[in-house]
T-cell receptor
Framework: EAQVTQNPRYLITVTGKKLTVTCSQN?????MSWYRQDPGLGLRQIYY???????DKGDVPEGYKVSRKEKRNFPLILESPSPNQTSLYFC????????????FGEGSRLTVL | DQQVKQNSPSLSVQEGRISILNCDYT??????FLWYKKYPAEGPTFLIS?????DKNEDGRFTVFLNKSAKHLSLHIVPSQPGDSAVYFC??????????FGPGTRLSVLP
C-alpha cells in the first residue's frame, strides 16, 4: 500500500529537549515536504526537498532542521523545542513536477511544555 | 501575507444541495491548483486539481472552476452528502515545486 508514515503520532515534551519526527514514504517519490497546521493559518510549509541531499526552506523554517540522506526518509528535527512549536505536523511526498499530487502522512501532534 | 486565501472559515449546506467553496490567490505565477479534503485525525487527501491552461475540471460530483483574470477558483460539490463534511484546503504551486495552502474551509453537510 502506498503511504507516508510519520512517527511519533503524538508527543508531549518539554522546552529545550531535542526531538526528531521521522517520515518515510514507499512510493519512490523524489520530492518531500514538512508542513505545520495551526488554527486559522492552514498548512504552512517548513522545509522541502527536491532530491537526496537537496533541501530548502519553506515559509516557516525557524527552529527546525531537516535532512535527506535517503530518498525515502525525510526527518524533521527540533534541536531546542519551544512552546510556539506546539502544532500538528504533516509530512508529504510527491513524484511528479507540474502535475504533482501530494500524499500526506497521518500527522504528528506535538506539544511543547 | 497569505498568497492563497479562503475567506470563509466555515460553510453549512443541506444534504443534496450544492456546496461552493471559494479560494483566491495573489501570485500570478501559480500554474497549478489543487483541492484537498481533511477529516479529523487524518492527513489531507487529494480531491481534484486544475492546470492554469484550463478553466474547468470535473470528477464525478466535484468540479473546480478557475478564473485566472480574477485569480479565483472555486470547488463545487453536487449533490452534497454528509460524508463530504470535512475541512477543505485550496493549494497552489508553481511548476509543482512548492505548494502553498490556504487556511481551509470547514464544510458541514446537514442531513
Amino acid at each position: 500500500e502506498a503511504q507516508v508514515t510519520q512517527n511519533p503520532r503524538y508527543l508531549i515534551t518539554v522546552t529545550g529537549k531535542k526531538l526528531t519526527v521521522t517520515c518515510s514514504q514507499n512510493m519512490n517519490h523524489e520530492y518531500m515536504s514538512w508542513y505545520r497546521q495551526d488554527p486559522g493559518l492552514g498548512l504552512r510549509q517548513i522545509y522541502y526537498s527536491m532530491n537526496v541531499e537537496v533541501t530548502d526552506k519553506g515559509d516557516v523554517p525557524e527552529g527546525y532542521k531537516v535532512s535527506r540522506k535517503e530518498k525515502r526518509n525525510f526527518p524533521l528535527i527540533l534541536e531546542s523545542p519551544s512552546p510556539n512549536q506546539t502544532s500538528l505536523y504533516f509530512c508529504a511526498s510527491w513524484g511528479a513536477l507540474h502535475t504533482g499530487e501530494l500524499f500526506f502522512g497521518e500527522g504528528s501532534r506535538l506539544t511543547v511544555l | 501575507d497569505q498568497q492563497v486565501k479562503q475567506n470563509s472559515p466555515s460553510l453549512s449546506v443541506q444534504e443534496g444541495r450544492i456546496s461552493i467553496l471559494n479560494c483566491d490567490y495573489t501570485n500570478s505565477m501559480f500554474d497549478y491548483f489543487l483541492w484537498y479534503k481533511k477529516y479529523p485525525a487524518e492527513g489531507p487527501t487529494f480531491l481534484i486539481s486544475i492546470s492554469s491552461i484550463k478553466d474547468k475540471n470535473e470528477d464525478g460530483r466535484f468540479t473546480v472552476f478557475l478564473n485566472k483574470s480574477a485569480k479565483h477558483l472555486s470547488l463545487h460539490i453536487v449533490p452534497s452528502q454528509p460524508g463530504d463534511s470535512a475541512v477543505y484546503f485550496c493549494a497552489a504551486s508553481i511548476y509543482g515545486q512548492n505548494f502553498v495552502f490556504g487556511p481551509g474551509t470547514r464544510l458541514s453537510v446537514l442531513p
